[in-house]
């Protein structure tokens, strides 16, 4: 009987660590929700859609990309990743993704997107990780882990990327 109930006893604290530990590190690392926001006129030829998770490094990515984008002719609209499906990559001259690889594998949004039909010429992805090596084949993309002091370097890559898609009379 004092077998059973340490046993008991055991598992017990074994599932409470556990569930204290997933509590905590979903608070900690859980991406927050992006406000859709536009900038510049939607009737503009130059459309950069920017669909992202909220962190402070993609924030302050977006915020980059934004900054240069701005006084273009280029309008922009952001948006949080749950719109992503059913983004028709056709209505946009490009489209920049920025999401976080969570538990081995991109978020089922970035997965359906990325099985649909689209061009990828069309589409730029950053993605974040915990050891900065999860990522897409076969896109143009940049991984690594969200340290801000890649912010700079990595907005410099979309940038370029941006300026031989979009049409460069324009910027």
Do not use: C
């Amino acid at each position: 009987m004092r077998i059973l109930k340490a046993i008991g006893m055991g598992l017990g604290v074994f599932f409470l660590t556990f569930i204290v530990f997933t509590s905590w590190y979903i608070w900690r690392y859980a991406m927050e929700p992006v406000a859709t926001y536009e900038i510049n006129d939607p009737s503009l030829e130059n459309k950069v859609l920017i669909i992202t998770q909220g962190s402070e490094y993609k924030d302050a990515v977006t915020d980059e990309i934004i900054d240069y984008l701005s006084p273009h002719e280029v309008y922009v609209k952001v948006m949080d990743i749950s719109f992503l499906p059913g983004q028709d990559v056709d209505e946009w001259s490009a489209l920049v993704l920025i999401h976080t690889w969570e538990y081995s594998k991109p978020p089922s949004e970035v997965k359906e997107f990325m099985d649909s039909d689209y061009d990828p010429s069309k589409v730029f992805v950053i993605t974040t990780s915990g050891s900065g090596e999860e990522g897409m084949e076969g896109i143009d993309a940049v991984t690594g882990a969200s340290k801000m002091e890649d912010v700079q370097e990595n907005v410099d890559k979309v940038i370029v990327w941006l300026e031989g898609v979009l049409e460069p009379t324009k910027l």
